[in-house]
């Protein structure tokens, strides 16, 4: 909505909001409140790469630069007019924004299309911004179109005030020379009424003139109420970023403390369990050098008891060899 302003003053309004939201955007990006995605989109490799082949797309002659001729697209897009509407003045001072001049790198308009991305995006992520950042960007908003208003009732009235005022000096010299004329004739009353009449009419001029002032009035003390509103929410965002911060610093603290216990707590499990497993290993050491002394001596005692046995076993064949059995044979062993 352009509230019938000219191409050339929807424009103009254009570079100053532009302005205020690239400052905006690089106090965002120092304080880190850029959310990731957004910020991991318009730094990516594949975005400097699409930026650097729509730049070699408008540099048709290949110089390497953009001319105030070749962004009018650019900024008419950006105002959503034609192309024809957009001065070289205008491009020249959007591209001395992002570090140009009377032409514009291929740097210098990565940078432009980067701040057009960010921008839009955080409009749509509009939802997503504090309360308090919503609240100063509609105090804003609310300042500027106090501030145009002003500037629309003043351009409307000017001629107006300058006519009645006019008016008024025609009318008050023409009663007083009526006055004389009338007062020469020796025509009193119809100068008199006629004189009324002119004093009708300045002070419904004079009313007029008060009412348009009035009106100036209100609609400035309007303009400094949303300014002071919009520097009284900048305070409270601020103040509410500094509790964050130290919020976020102390609990960071409180994991740094936490992370060092259990550091501290693996340490020592760790050492216990290098000192069981070392124990473990000892014991397991004795024990088994133990059961290798009794497996040895299991062995030499299974040999020993052989030997006995073959040796009983021998004596037994010879005890037995020509004794007679009962049913009369004799044992050949």
């Not at 008060?210 to 109420?225: F, N, P, W």
Request: aromatic share 4%; with cysteine; proline share 3%.
């Amino acid at each position: 909505n352009t509230g019938g302003m000219s191409d050339t003053e929807v424009v103009d309004s254009l570079l100053q909001q532009v302005a205020a939201d690239y400052q905006r955007l690089k106090q965002l990006q120092s304080d880190g409140r850029i959310p990731p995605a957004i910020q991991e989109l318009y730094m990516s490799d594949s975005f400097v790469d699409k930026c650097l082949a729509h730049f070699e797309v408008l540099d048709e002659k290949g110089t390497g630069k953009l001319s105030a001729g070749q962004v009018a697209p650019i900024l008419a897009d950006m105002a959503q007019i034609p192309p024809t509407s957009v001065s070289d003045a205008q491009c020249e001072q959007l591209m001395v924004m992002f570090g140009g001049g009377p032409t514009l790198s291929r740097g210098q308009y990565c940078a432009l299309a980067r701040f057009i991305v960010a921008m839009s995006k955080l409009a749509e992520a509009g939802g997503k911004l504090s309360p308090h950042e919503q609240e100063v960007q509609r105090l804003q908003q609310q300042a500027e179109e106090a501030r145009q208003e002003i500037q629309r009732v003043t351009a409307a009235h000017h001629d107006e005030l300058n006519s009645l005022h006019a008016q008024l000096e025609q009318h008050s010299f023409q009663a007083s020379v009526e006055v004389a004329t009338v007062l020469s004739d020796g025509l009193v009353r119809s100068c008199l009424d006629q004189h009324l009449t002119e004093t009708a009419v300045i002070a419904d001029a004079e009313a007029r003139i008060h009412a348009l002032e009035e009106e100036v009035r209100e609609l400035r003390s309007q303009l400094e109420q949303a300014r002071q509103a919009g520097e009284h929410g900048q305070a409270a965002l601020q103040v509410e970023f500094a509790k964050f911060k130290e919020e976020a610093g102390r609990s960071a603290e409180r994991t740094s403390q936490e992370l060092q216990r259990l550091v501290k707590e693996y340490q020592t499990l760790a050492l216990e369990a290098a000192a069981e497993t070392q124990s473990l290993q000892e014991a397991f050491s004795t024990e088994r050098v133990q059961l290798t002394v009794e497996l040895d001596m299991e062995r030499q005692r299974s040999s020993r008891l052989n030997q006995e046995l073959s040796r009983l076993s021998k004596n037994w064949r010879d005890m037995m060899r020509g004794v007679p059995y009962p049913d009369g044979g004799v044992c050949a062993a």
